[in-house]
Structures are given as C-alpha cells and as structure tokens.
C-alpha cells in the first residue's frame, strides 16, 4: 500500500513538464552567457562570475567565495540534493523499484557510461595530462534532453520519455559516485566523521519519526554540507547523502486519512453558510484540519521534492548555466574543436552515449532479462540514446572538477556544446523521421 501511495502522487507527466520547460530556460541562460562572454563586456561576466567575493567573516574565520563558487558548491548542493530524493522515490517506487523495471534504463546508463569513457580515453591515453577527463562525456542533461525531445509532441511516445528519465536518474547515480571516488583529491578525516556523525544523527531522527523538513535542512546544512565543504570530498555529495535520510513514511495510513476525509468533509456539507461570500469560522476551521490531514497523508521527501523541483529546474540549474557557460573563444576555433580533449568528449557524448545505450539495451532485451517499454520501438530507444548525448550542464560540472588549467576547461567546454548541439539535432532528425509515428 505505502509503495503504491508513492507511486502514485508522484505525476510523471508535470515532472516531464517541468523538465521540458526547465530544458527551454537552460538553453536561453546558456545562449546569454557565451554572447555575453565573447562581447565586449566581458570583463563585467568574469568580475561578476570569478572575481567577487561574497560571504561571512566571524572573528579570525572567514568564509568568502566567489559567486561562482558558491553556485558550484552551494546552490549546486541543492540540485544534487533533489537528484538524492529522485533516486530514493524511483528505487522505492518508481521505474528503479523492480528488476524487471530497473533493469533495462539500468543497463543502458552502464552502456551510456561505460562506453562514453572509453572512447575519451582511446584518444587521451598518450597524454597524462588529459586523461582526467574520462568522465565528462559519461553524464546526461535530462532537463535539456527532455525540452528537446519535447518539441517533437506526440511523435513520442510517453513511455520513451519515462525510459529517458530512469536512464537519466541512474546515470546521475554513477556520476555521483565517479565525483565521490575519483575527483577527490585529498581527504580531511576529522571533517569526514563530523559529517558521518550528523548523518547519523539525520538517519536516527528518520528512525524516531521526527518530520519535520526544518530540522533535516539545518543539521543537513549546518552539519553534513559545511563538513564536506572541508573535506576535500565535493561538498554536492553532501546533499545526495541528506537526500536519503529523508523520511518517506506518511504520518497516518491512506484508509485512516480516506476515512478522517470523509468525516471533515460531510462536516463542512452540514456546516450552515452565512449567506456571504466569506467562510464562516466553522467552515474555516474544517478546511485548516483539512489542510493538516492532507499534510500527515504526504511524505515529507515527496513534500520536498515537489517544492525544490521548480527551483533547481527554474533558478539553480540556469544559474549554473549563465555562470559556466560563458567560454571566450579566442584563437581559431578549429584548434580547440581538434584538440585531444574536445575530440574525446565529443566521440564520447555523441558516439559513446549512442552506441552504448543502444548496445547495452539490445543485450538486455535480446536475452529476455528486460522487455521494451509498450510503445517504444527500436528507433525510439536509438533517438533516446543519441539526446542522452546532451551532456551540458553535468559534463560542464564534472569538466571543472577535472582540470586545473582554465585553457583545459574551455576547450572541454567547446567540445561539450558542439556535442550536445550535434546530439540533440541528430536525436531530433531520427524521431521526427517517417517512422516516429510508430507504435503510437
């Protein structure tokens, strides 16, 4: 009962919506920054972006950033905090919570992953200096891939577009963890166990029943997000990790709430109007129980969810966008394109990404461990893994983490746009083809 009740207040369409629209604003941000940086006002983007400082100082602690430190690090927090709570409600009860569902978008994330790295490193291998960079074409921009895949309407079918995002979401899992494992460079200890002891404390209060979503973002923040701050572990993963202590529990069962409903609401049938167009204080007061029934009957993850989803589809994320996308091109653009490092993402994203999500859901279907979704067709899942190549704005993350050098996160950077631009006209072109009625 609890996992259907999930699964159901959860609307797959608004989240893909959401998403789509998300996708559009993302696009926009991006085409501001890169104007913007390549105009004559340059010097005001990398000011305002690189150079001011903003923060607290306490006696001899300080704690300033630049402004695009604080999006990477803080806002960004957030954006993977919401990932956190995706994985969570999808393992649990939505397109990751079965072998039979989880398996194929599973697999093809591996192949979409796996693949993509590879060929990065085909091309890098002879330079040291590079090869760092092997995960930047493993990740997927799911609000950017499904604002495209959106403008082809009914030639898709709904179903392809929940694979995408279990894809996605699975994918987002492994880029989490090749943050956490690989691009970490020293490790505070003392820093990691007051993070590991405020996680416990997070999972205690989940166990007890403590609900409240205040007191998870304060020792969350205060806590788990400033000690990774410290750590030298990516202080993002800090919000992956408070994701998974929030509770998902209801505060009373789906009959008690069905059954307490009916009661307020015959109540406030009964309940003698004034005749006017204000309420009467009785009528008042059964909605404000109403109101405080319905919030016992919500989980506070999905409470969470629903509230930041808007916010890091419409805020962080085009955020992130205005203050990375901003590449300067100076010098031939050509000799960035046919760098070493833009060549390997640009294989890995558009090559990578097709050939291993394809690859890897044929194997999975072909020996019947996994079944396609009702509606998709070959050529579907085919467009699918060519948007997947859309890395944008976790390629981009995962390219700053990488390199040292500012020229090396430039040319990574043209070579991320040119392939997310290359993937999502190619993905575009293949679903919107004589065949993408199909099955419809």
């Not at 105009?39 to 305002?48: I, K």
């Not at 790295?117 to 091309?123: D, E, G, P, S």
Request: proline fraction near 3%; include cysteine.
């Amino acid at each position: 009962m609890k996992s259907n009740k999930t699964q159901s207040s959860f609307n797959i369409g608004n989240y893909i919506k959401e998403e789509s629209l998300g996708g559009f604003i993302l696009i926009f941000a991006t085409l501001v920054a890169m104007i913007w940086a390549n105009s004559g006002f340059y010097e005001s983007y990398n000011y305002l972006w690189n150079e001011l400082k903003l923060g607290v100082s306490l006696g001899d602690n300080e704690l300033k950033k630049t402004l695009h430190h604080w999006i990477n690090d803080g806002l960004m927090a957030i954006f993977f905090f919401m990932i956190g709570l995706e994985i969570k409600r999808e393992v649990l009860a939505g397109e990751l919570s079965s072998v039979k569902k989880a398996s194929l978008p599973i697999a093809a994330a591996i192949g979409g992953m796996a693949v993509p790295a590879f060929f990065y490193l085909i091309v890098n291998y002879n330079n040291p200096q590079h090869l760092n960079g092997w995960g930047i074409p493993m990740a997927t921009d799911i609000a950017f891939a499904l604002g495209m895949m959106s403008l082809l309407g009914k030639k898709v079918p709904t179903n392809l577009k929940v694979f995408l995002t279990a894809l996605a979401i699975a994918d987002d899992l492994g880029a989490i963890l090749v943050i956490a494992i690989f691009y970490t460079d020293s490790i505070n200890t003392g820093e990691l166990i007051n993070a590991a002891f405020f996680l416990v404390v997070l999972i205690a209060a989940n166990r007890i029943g403590i609900r409240r979503t205040a007191f998870y973002a304060i020792v969350g923040f205060v806590g788990v997000w400033l000690s990774f701050l410290y750590s030298g572990i990516h202080a993002t993963i800090a919000g992956v990790l408070i994701a998974l202590t929030i509770p998902v529990r209801t505060k009373i069962s789906e009959d008690k709430y069905i059954d307490n409903l009916c009661v307020l609401l015959n109540k406030f049938e009964n309940a003698k109007p004034n005749n006017k167009s204000l309420l009467t204080q009785k009528q008042a007061h059964l909605i404000s129980d109403i109101e405080k029934l319905s919030d016992s009957a919500h989980t506070p993850l999905q409470k969470l969810e629903h509230a930041l989803h808007p916010i890091t589809s419409f805020l962080i994320l085009p955020l992130f966008a205005l203050s990375n996308a901003g590449v300067r091109i100076e010098g031939n653009i050509l000799d960035l394109l046919f760098h070493p490092i833009a060549i390997g993402i640009m294989l890995g994203l558009i090559l990578g990404k097709s050939i291993g999500i394809s690859l890897f859901s044929k194997l999975m279907v072909s020996t019947k461990i996994s079944t396609l979704p009702e509606g998709v067709t070959w050529r579907h899942i085919y467009g699918a893994s060519l948007f997947a190549g859309i890395g944008f704005t976790m390629s981009i993350f995962i390219a700053n983490l990488a390199f040292i050098p500012d020229e090396f996160i430039e040319i990574a950077k043209v070579g991320i746009f040119v392939a997310s631009f290359i993937s999502a006209v190619s993905g575009m072109i293949l679903l919107s083809g004589p065949y993408g009625k199909k099955s419809q």
